[in-house]
């Protein structure tokens, strides 16, 4: 059974209109990432929550912005969507800093 | 900050033969390297993981070694299979800290 969701799988919008993906778990684990992956290329971290506590990367455009209103899910909210975001979104979860991250399948992102 | 580098980037084998993906890292403190298969469509499924005070690990048809004098890593597997065929990412990470930092990933091809 998948222990990490992530729905939908494919997402299509427009060009600068507003896109939710969002990610569940069943784990109960207190660390939630986002990713983004573009074709042949390893994960790019955008930010992450350790329970409520939110890091954004450096480098994550402020266009990506993240919700974590309990454990179990996580929300990626891209407000004005370009050209250069279609990719593969990826939810990851950890319990703790030691212990390994548990993808989820991804949602693919198209831009029109 | 860390660095991972790895090889090759594409592997093509026939099946029945062995297989075997190199990692390098930079930083010293590093001291948890995981490896993810990522299939077509798919999530990055964690397949072995190996830490620091530990020099080899096997699972079935997969072992993990590390050298921590020469910083580097690698992924064998025997026996390879249609299956296999996939692209693996290395990683490294310093478990007291967030982020963990991928390889470029190598697409791997099992021959029949």
């Known amino acids: 059974d998948a222990m990490v969701i992530q729905n939908p799988r494919y997402q299509v919008t427009q060009f600068g209109k507003p896109v939710t993906l969002s990610c569940s778990q069943t784990?109960?684990?207190?660390?939630m990432y986002w990713y983004q992956q573009k074709s042949s290329q390893a994960p790019k971290l955008l930010f992450h929550y350790y329970d409520k506590d939110f890091n954004n990367e450096a480098d994550t455009p402020d266009n990506f912005q993240s919700r974590r209103p309990n454990t179990s899910f996580c929300f990626l909210d891209i407000r004005s969507p370009g050209l250069g975001d279609a990719a593969m979104y990826l939810c990851a979860t950890q319990m703790g800093w030691d212990q390994p991250q548990h993808f989820g399948d991804g949602t693919r992102l198209s831009i029109l | 900050g860390e660095n991972v580098e790895q090889h090759p980037s594409t592997l093509s084998v026939q099946e029945g033969d062995s297989a075997v993906i190199k990692c390098t890292y930079s930083?010293?403190?590093?001291?948890?390297f995981p490896w993810y298969k990522q299939e077509l469509g798919k999530g990055p499924q964690l397949i072995i993981d190996i830490r620091s005070n530990v020099g080899e690990k096997k699972d079935q048809r997969i072992a993990v070694t590390l050298n921590k004098t020469a910083k580097h890593f690698s992924l064998h597997i025997t026996e390879t299979q249609p299956e296999d065929s996939a692209v693996y990412f290395c990683a490294a990470k310093e478990t007291s800290y967030d982020k963990v930092i991928f390889g470029p990933g190598t697409s791997l091809s099992v021959i029949p």
């Open positions: 930083d010293s403190a590093s001291n948890y």
């Open positions: 784990l109960n684990h207190n660390v």
